[in-house]
């Protein structure tokens, strides 16, 4: 059984961080492209960030640059995505996929099932 697992999503202030993580089961990371995702409600799904096994090369999308940060631990198995200085407009489901291309391009076999993230005040 493939699995990713999202968690850390939570309600957070505008200005707050939150530390999400994406656990993998069945497969290792270590050779997958690992992709962060976000869907808000009535809005299209928008890729968020992305780091390759092969060179560490990341990927930020220009709204979340400079405030984001995705990074590996290969002994645990898992990425994070360390999102600091939260807007209202982050306000989103987030999901974590793995590309077995090793290309932030994917394709994305793999797809967690989602972790809320909400900042409001």
């Known amino acids: 059984q493939v699995q990713l697992v999202e968690s850390g999503g939570d309600l957070v202030q505008p200005g707050g961080s939150l530390r999400l993580s994406c656990a993998a089961s069945?497969?290792?990371?270590?050779?997958?492209?690992i992709g962060w995702f976000r869907q808000a409600p009535g809005k299209e799904r928008e890729g968020v960030s992305c780091?390759?096994?092969?060179?560490?090369?990341?990927y930020y999308a220009d709204s979340v640059k400079g405030r984001f940060t995705i990074s590996r631990d290969n002994a645990k198995n898992t990425v994070s995505l360390q999102m600091n200085s939260l807007k209202p407009e982050d306000t989103a489901v987030y999901y974590c996929?793995?590309?077995?291309?090793?290309?932030?391009?994917?394709?994305?076999?793999?797809w967690g099932q989602g972790t809320q993230v909400t900042v409001s005040s």
């Open positions: 069945g497969f290792t990371l270590d050779y997958y492209a």
């Open positions: 780091i390759s096994s092969s060179d560490g090369s990341t």
């Open positions: 996929a793995a590309a077995p291309s090793d290309r932030c391009r994917g394709p994305y076999d793999y």
